[in-house]
Each structure stands twice: as structure tokens, then as C-alpha cells.
């Protein structure tokens, strides 16, 4: 048995709906596996804006950080999109990946057989699909300085300025490599070494880390405008693909297409093993946004933050069996046809948000006694 403390930061838009079906998984998987779960919830995002002026309000902070996990669900939305504003919400989201240090963001990408009809791509293209993206995440034009200058004759200058150090691509290199070994062995570096100096310097950064320390992973580099184009001719070439903050980001949500939806991708975020501590401390969430044009309706797919959870079971907790169930309990209850309407194929019913969260809860009841009663 372990007992565990997990903020949990559901923030705004569908990311109180999509969270609250995170924690029913994560209750559901204590009761079953006699653990004691401890949910505490802060405010991160727009509605830390709201109610304390900030996205990002202190003892947000101090709960991620005495917390051995934490699972977020979105921030943003239009309230908050005047441009001209001092703070926005994604400030909240930034500024706690720094906090926790979780630099290495790592996004798998696997394609469910009954969901291949949900992609935009042809079905025979998506069988066996199954890579992972490990985004550097707290570097790049993201959190270099950003500035706007006027013109002397006019108009304006906006400069965001792309910062990488050897030692920031070092340690995401090694992550990568090392999850490229418990899989096929083979990492593709993206970049865009033929304009961005930061390019460069990732390019010979990773191909010096792989020759020196990870000769048993193949090694292969691909500029992000081509891995874009890849990702669609011939998506099984991938198995384990590193890249710097931005290119990341929009990579993954291409990527989504294949697996049908935005709502189906979890991610985890994580930074060095903390000393002293049992857990690898770890920032767990979807990769989709707050998704104003749906948020209220009940409609949104959990899918991403359930497994978001069993991603935190297995990285955070080392728990994987109880990860496993949970993945299994996703691709039961997809198999039986209980999905949101995003993946739904045309003409069938969906389900809502809740009925979704519930029947995955359900189908982890009956996983857990198979287990418990093979042991
Ligand atoms: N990590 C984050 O918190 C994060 C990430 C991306 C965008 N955002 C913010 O979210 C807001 C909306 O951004 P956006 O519309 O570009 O991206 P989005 O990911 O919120 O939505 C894009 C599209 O995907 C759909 N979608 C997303 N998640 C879904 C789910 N779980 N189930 C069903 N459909 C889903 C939405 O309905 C929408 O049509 C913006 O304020 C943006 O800044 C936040």
C-alpha cells in the first residue's frame, strides 16, 4: 500500500470537467489496490486570475510542490484573451513547469484499433502506430525574452528571443535515449539545423550524447518541416522522437489526428528524480487546450487525463500494473463503443464526459479482480 498526495489543478474551460473524471480513475484505482490517495485542489490559470490576480498564486506553488504528483487540465479561454493584458493565464502553465523543473515533456502516440475510422488518415496507415514525443519543455522561444519596440517612422517591432544551452538538450537527450532503450531502440532528433542556431547547437549536442553514452540507440535527424510531412506519409518509421519546446507542441497536436482526436493524448512532464523523495515529481495532463467552443456541455473527452493518470501511476509511482489496468480499462470501454462525440463514428451515440469517466472507473473494477485474483 502507498499513500500518496496528488494536487489536483483543473483550471479553466473543460478542465474541471476532464479533471473530475481523472480523480474519479485516480479514487477508483486506490479502493481497488488498497492505497491511500490523498486529492488536493489549487487554483492555476484564468480562474487563479479571477480569484487571486494572478495565474499562478503562491499556494498553488506550495501545493505542487509538497505534492508527490500533479494533474492539470487546461488553461485559457477567451475571457482572458485581451492581448494588451498584463497577465495571461498560460503564464500559470509556464510558470509551473519552471517551478517543478519538469523539462522533459513526454507525449506517446499510440493509435486504438476502433479508433482508426476517427483519424482523418487512411486505416491501413495507422495500424501499429505506437511512438512517443519527448518535448523539451521549460526552454526555447517560450520562455526567452519577448519585446516590442516602436519604429522611429512607424509600426512596431516584436521580437521572442530562442534560447538553448548545452546543458538544457543534454538532459532532455538523455531522457529520450533512455526511453528509446525499454522500446525499439531508435531516436530521431528534429530540428531545424539548416537556419536556427539553437538548431545547431541541438543537433551536435544530441549527436554527441547518443555516440558517447547511448551507442545501442539509433540515432537519425530530421528537420521539422519534413518530420511534419512524415508524420503523416509513414508514421510507424517513429519510435521515440526528441525535440526543442515549440516544434514539440505543434508536432504533437498534428499527431493527434492520427491517434482521432486532441482528447485522447496524455502527457507527462517530468524533471530529475528529487532526492530524498519515494516519487518522481511529475506534472501530468492532456495535451488539448480548454477547448472554449465545447467547455459546459458535458461533452468533452476524458480520455487524455485518464491517461494522463496512468501515466503518473508509472512514471511518478513506479505502480504499473494499476497503470496498466487503467489503459486497459480505456481501450475496453473505446472497444465497447462508449466514447464522447469527438470520436464517436458518424451515425453512432456518444456518451457524455461523466458516462465515459464512469464506465472506464467501471471497467478498472473488473481489471482489478482478474489481477488480484491471478496473484
Ligand atoms: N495546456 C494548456 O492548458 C493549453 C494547451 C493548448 C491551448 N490552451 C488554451 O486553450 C484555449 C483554446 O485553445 P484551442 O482552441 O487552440 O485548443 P484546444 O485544444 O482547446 O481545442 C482545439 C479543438 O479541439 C477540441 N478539443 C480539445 N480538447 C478536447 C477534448 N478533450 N474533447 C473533445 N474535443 C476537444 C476543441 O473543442 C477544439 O475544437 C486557448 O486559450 C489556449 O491558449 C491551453
Not at 473530475?20 to 492505497?35: F, M, P, S
Not at 493584458?85 to 513526454?106: I, S, T
Not at 507525449?107 to 518535448?135: N, T
Not at 545547431?200 to 544530441?206: E, N
Request: aromatic letters at 4%; one cysteine or more.
Amino acid at each position: 500500500m502507498s499513500r500518496l498526495t496528488i494536487a489536483l489543478l483543473p483550471g479553466d474551460g473543460i478542465g474541471p470537467e476532464v479533471v473530475a473524471e481523472g480523480a474519479r480513475v485516480l479514487r477508483a484505482v486506490a479502493e481497488r489496490w488498497k492505497h491511500e490517495i490523498e486529492l488536493r485542489e489549487g487554483l492555476i490559470g484564468g480562474c487563479a486570475l479571477d480569484a487571486r490576480d494572478t495565474p499562478l498564486p503562491p499556494e498553488t506553488i506550495e501545493l505542487c510542490r509538497s505534492a508527490d504528483a500533479v494533474l492539470l487540465g487546461a488553461v485559457g479561454g477567451p475571457r482572458w484573451d485581451n492581448p494588451a493584458a498584463r497577465q495571461r493565464p498560460e503564464q500559470g502553465l509556464l510558470g509551473l513547469r519552471r517551478e517543478l523543473q519538469v523539462y522533459a515533456n513526454l507525449r506517446p502516440v499510440k493509435v486504438h484499433p476502433s479508433l482508426a475510422v476517427a483519424s482523418p488518415l487512411r486505416a491501413e496507415r495507422l495500424e501499429g502506430v505506437d511512438f512517443v514525443v519527448v518535448r523539451e519543455l521549460t526552454g526555447g522561444i517560450y520562455f526567452g525574452d519577448k519585446r516590442r519596440e516602436q519604429l522611429p517612422h512607424g509600426g512596431e517591432r516584436a521580437i521572442d528571443e530562442c534560447v538553448y544551452t548545452t546543458s538544457e538538450i543534454e538532459r532532455v537527450t538523455r531522457v529520450a535515449a533512455q526511453l528509446a532503450r525499454t522500446r525499439r531502440r531508435k531516436l530521431t532528433s528534429v530540428d531545424k539545423a539548416n537556419v536556427l542556431e539553437t538548431s545547431r547547437l541541438w543537433r551536435s549536442t544530441v549527436t554527441r550524447v547518443l555516440r558517447d553514452e547511448f551507442p545501442d540507440v539509433a540515432l537519425d535527424h530530421l528537420l521539422v518541416d519534413a518530420c511534419a510531412m512524415q508524420l503523416l506519409r509513414d508514421p510507424r518509421g517513429f519510435d521515440v522522437i526528441v525535440t526543442e519546446n515549440m516544434f514539440g507542441d505543434i508536432l504533437t497536436d498534428e499527431a493527434s489526428m492520427l491517434a482521432g482526436s486532441l482528447g485522447v493524448l496524455p502527457s507527462a512532464s517530468l524533471g530529475d528524480d528529487v532526492e530524498g523523495q519515494r516519487a518522481r515529481r511529475g506534472l501530468y495532463e492532456p495535451i488539448h487546450g480548454s477547448a472554449p467552443d465545447i467547455a459546459g456541455r458535458g461533452i468533452a473527452n476524458p480520455v487524455g487525463t485518464i491517461l494522463s493518470v496512468a501515466l503518473m501511476l508509472r512514471h511518478s509511482f513506479g505502480l504499473e500494473q494499476e497503470a496498466r489496468a487503467v489503459e486497459q480499462a480505456v481501450a475496453a470501454t473505446i472497444d465497447r463503443g462508449c466514447v464522447t462525440a469527438d470520436i464517436a463514428p458518424c451515425g453512432a451515440r456518444s456518451y457524455s464526459t461523466a458516462d465515459v469517466g464512469g464506465a472506464i472507473a467501471e471497467a478498472l473494477t473488473s481489471i482489478s479482480r482478474q489481477v488480484h485474483s491471478r496473484a
